[in-house]
């Protein structure tokens, strides 16, 4: 079965550090994308960065991006230069290659960053 | 452009009541999908849907029904709500089964059972 582990329940770091979420994931599936959303304390679901199980490249996305390693199976974002914006709770998301389309979440990181 | 929209946004049921969910997206999108979001679990599949007329159970479908009756809607049932469905339910849209379109969410609906 597809899971994804967020084994950092909360994460702490200064503004202006560098920060980096984890996120590991198990599936059987050789084709596979997988992605992070932020959720602000306002509730909503925002989209941050995707990589897709064949990209060559580790995908980036201004200040974010996507330490990935498959043969670990690992897919952690970084956050450079944290901004006390970035305050939020952070998912890690796999979406399987069955044709659902369907998202398979981490239980989340908790960042918060001070001054 | 607004996406993805929910009502309500927020609701207070007794048990035993039904609602419905509304969800509508503008953008064209043939995949939706309803999560629900409970403290320490992340987001779990209630139900989807991959194109107007057809509606699929995920992980969590007992209690709910869904309907997609139109492209750009995308209804959740509760029957008879229990305080187990305390949640807070999103919904979710995608383009088609490309794997690098993200799915986009609508802003939730915080929903208390008593």
């Known amino acids: 079965a597809q899971k994804i582990t967020q084994t950092q329940p909360g994460m702490f770091v200064q503004e202006k550090e560098a920060v980096t979420l984890d996120c590991t994931y198990d599936?059987?599936?050789?084709?596979?994308?997988l992605f992070w959303y932020k959720q602000p304390s306002s509730g909503e679901m925002i989209f941050l960065i995707y990589?897709?199980?064949?990209?060559?490249q580790n995908a980036t996305e201004g200040r974010y991006s996507l330490n990935f390693q498959k043969a670990r199976k690992s897919a952690n974002l970084v956050i450079s230069a944290s901004q006390l914006g970035d305050s939020a709770m952070y998912f890690c998301?796999?979406?399987?290659?069955?044709?659902?389309?369907?998202?398979?979440f981490g239980t989340g990181t908790r960042l918060q960053v001070f001054p | 452009n607004a996406g993805v929209t929910q009502t309500p946004k927020f609701r207070v049921l007794k048990t035993g009541q039904s609602m419905t969910l509304l969800c509508a997206q503008d953008?064209?999108?043939?995949?939706m999908y309803w999560y629900r979001q409970d403290p320490g679990m992340g987001l779990r599949l209630i139900h989807y849907?991959?194109?107007?007329?057809?509606?699929a159970k995920g992980e969590v479908p007992d209690g709910y029904n869904v309907s997609r009756l139109k492209k750009q809607n995308f209804l959740l049932g509760l029957e008879s709500a229990a305080p187990s469905q305390t949640s807070v339910y999103f919904c979710?849209?995608?383009?088609?089964?490309?794997?690098?379109?993200?799915?986009?969410f609508g802003d939730g609906t915080r929903l208390s059972i008593l």
């Open positions: 998301a796999m979406r399987d290659a069955s044709g659902t389309d369907k998202l398979i």
């Open positions: 849907s991959v194109g107007e007329g057809t509606t």
């Open positions: 979710a849209s995608s383009r088609d089964r490309a794997m690098v379109q993200p799915q986009h």
């Open positions: 599936t059987s599936d050789p084709s596979y994308g």
């Open positions: 990589q897709g199980s064949y990209d060559q």
């Open positions: 953008m064209n999108h043939e995949y």
